[in-house]
């Protein structure tokens, strides 16, 4: 094992300092320890374990915090498979590392030195397309066990299903990696996280399960296998959530939090009785995938300079609207990312809690021992809060509470279920909320929808017939570009979504519309004179720019009507 002595002196001293510090350890100690070290010509830590003066978990932490590198529990990180082929077994144990993640060419590995220099030397060198390698730090037993689990048994489904069928089947006698079961739900969540499923459908069908995937919003369905796996299956599935095992007639929740190199993803499990037995859905949330800027949501530059513009309204109440699954709650996460500052006090009321947000007061009201919205909304406006977010407003008692808070000077994000962004007043209306309330106090409303995104790799370009320029609303026909497939898009022809959104901004002559109570149409014709533009017009811009496909437009938004 190669190191320079002077970083090894250097690194000894910072670790000897660390323990006595910590009183891990006595300077007595710290002597023999270094005394031992000289004598055998090995590293402080070596001789530390030697003499049994602290534990190899112990260690690892403060070697964490001597070099200020990441440590990684590796019984809670989900393991790439497909890395197993950069990276042999003979190399592994040689070097005493694992590799976690290979992203965009750089490469995570779990080392038990992360001073070794000639093992991360080696990466660089002699793996093909990485120019970057980040040690995260692991114990030499945990990096062992997994080198065993890893290399000595198949982690891939078509290969768990025939080692399956080859034995008697699924069960849950065996312990660890030696077991199929384990081993196949493992294989399922790394493989669905990989294709950025958003979930991951365990679907009871009598004599077969059916496996699916939602990816992109659509869900797809991976494999089927035979009934008499799923009793263990589901077993396994409860046990990571958390959920009693015992119960099969009542829906449970669960949750969980696994490390897939650098991305933590937490998984909420949801089981539903059925008549063929207990269905499960798992929803993947990766935050570093999920939570993103508000320039890169895919909204039109137009749609991103009008919400700006009513961001910089200091109170008032933004609403987000659409239906379930359209990235309501992802947009509210950007807008108050976009909008937090050390000056600001953001508290949440959220049912549960998606994503945790830096320097953000987030509550979940499911855990708060009763507390409903209303309540919360009550409670939060005694913390002195400068933006608050209401994550739907349910109930009458909650769109009043929310209307007070941005009444008394605060700015109030929450989301609605809505079609389009005037539907947004008729629901407030149809709440009991006076359209006087509403009139100086509703800042706008953002109704979204997501598309998928044409495969940039696969797409084809083709004549537009009169029909679709129709639907477009274009007088002379031109091009389209149309979904293919190909291996990059798992045949798909798409890959990716982005939203298109409308925005209903509220000033003097619309609030005084409101007041008035006059038709949608009334709102509508206002809004348009004032630049406002539908989400069917939003639709068919992306369209014809070639960004998706008028089919998935079509599915999505209504192009029949008129804007």
């Not at 409670?379 to 400068?386: A, K």
Request: hydrophobic share 40%; charged share 20%; glycine share 6%.
């Amino acid at each position: 094992m190669e190191r320079e002595s002077l970083s090894q002196e250097n690194i000894a001293q910072a670790l000897a300092l660390s323990f006595v510090e910590k009183g891990l350890l006595s300077s007595d100690q710290i002597d023999v320890a270094l005394r031992e070290q000289r004598r055998k010509g090995i590293s402080l830590e070596e001789a530390l374990l030697t003499l049994g003066f602290i534990t190899e978990n112990a260690l690892t932490e403060a070697l964490a915090t001597v070099s200020g590198h990441e440590r990684i529990h590796l019984h809670q990180t989900l393991l790439d498979p497909s890395l197993k082929t950069l990276i042999s077994q003979d190399l592994a144990e040689r070097y005493s590392l694992l590799p976690l993640s290979l992203e965009d060419g750089i490469l995570r590995v779990a080392l038990a030195d992360i001073y070794n220099l000639e093992a991360l030397d080696f990466l660089r060198q002699h793996i093909p397309g990485i120019h970057t390698v980040i040690p995260l730090i692991a114990s030499t037993t945990d990096i062992f066990e997994l080198i065993d689990h890893y290399y000595g048994y198949d982690l891939s489904i078509p290969g768990l299903l025939q080692e399956i069928e080859k034995t008697s089947g699924i069960s849950l006698s065996q312990d660890g990696n030696k077991n199929p079961t384990i081993r196949l739900v493992n294989a399922i969540l790394m493989d669905a996280i990989k294709l950025q499923a958003s979930d991951i459908h365990f679907e009871p069908e009598g004599t077969f399960m059916r496996l699916r995937y939602r990816i992109d919003g659509i869900l797809s369905q991976i494999c089927t296998f035979h009934s008499s796996y799923w009793q263990a299956l589901c077993v396994r599935l409860k046990v990571l959530g958390e959920m009693n095992i015992a119960e099969s007639r009542r829906p449970q929740n669960g949750r969980l939090t696994y490390f897939v190199g650098p991305r933590e993803i937490d998984l909420r499990f949801s089981s539903h009785p059925t008549i063929h037995g207990e269905n499960i859905v798992v929803r993947i949330l990766d935050k570093n995938r999920s939570l993103l800027a508000l320039d890169k949501l895919g909204y039109s530059p137009r749609v991103i300079d009008h919400i700006k513009q009513a961001l910089q309204i200091p109170e008032g109440i933004f609403i987000v609207t659409g239906p379930t699954g359209c990235g309501k709650t992802t947009s509210l996460y950007s807008l108050l990312s976009y909008m937090n500052a050390n000056t600001l006090n953001i508290m949440t009321l959220e049912a549960p809690v998606e994503y945790k947000l830096p320097f953000i007061r987030q509550s979940d009201i499911r855990d708060c021992g009763g507390m409903d919205f209303t309540e919360g909304v009550r409670s939060i406006l005694r913390q002195d809060p400068d933006i608050i977010l209401i994550g739907e407003i349910r109930d009458s008692a909650t769109a009043q509470m929310a209307l007070r808070a941005s009444m008394t000077g605060h700015q109030v994000f929450s989301t609605l279920h809505t079609a389009d962004a005037l539907g947004a007043i008729h629901r407030l209306l149809d709440l009991g909320v006076f359209p006087g309330t509403l009139a100086g106090n509703l800042v706008a409303v953002v109704a979204q929808r997501l598309l998928r995104k044409l495969c940039s790799l696969c797409k084809e370009k083709r004549e537009m017939t009169s029909l679709e320029a129709s639907l477009l609303g274009l007088k002379n026909p031109s091009h389209l570009f149309s979904a293919k497939g190909c291996k990059a898009c798992r045949k798909t022809g798409y890959s990716g979504r982005f939203a298109i959104a409308e925005v209903l901004k509220f000033d003097n002559e619309m609030n005084e519309l409101l007041l008035s109570n006059v038709s949608c149409a009334a709102l509508k014709r206002a809004a348009l004179k004032k630049g406002y533009s539908p989400l069917l017009q939003e639709a068919r811009q992306r369209v014809v720019a070639g960004d998706t496909s008028l089919e998935e437009a079509l599915r999505i938004v209504n192009l029949h009507e008129e804007p």
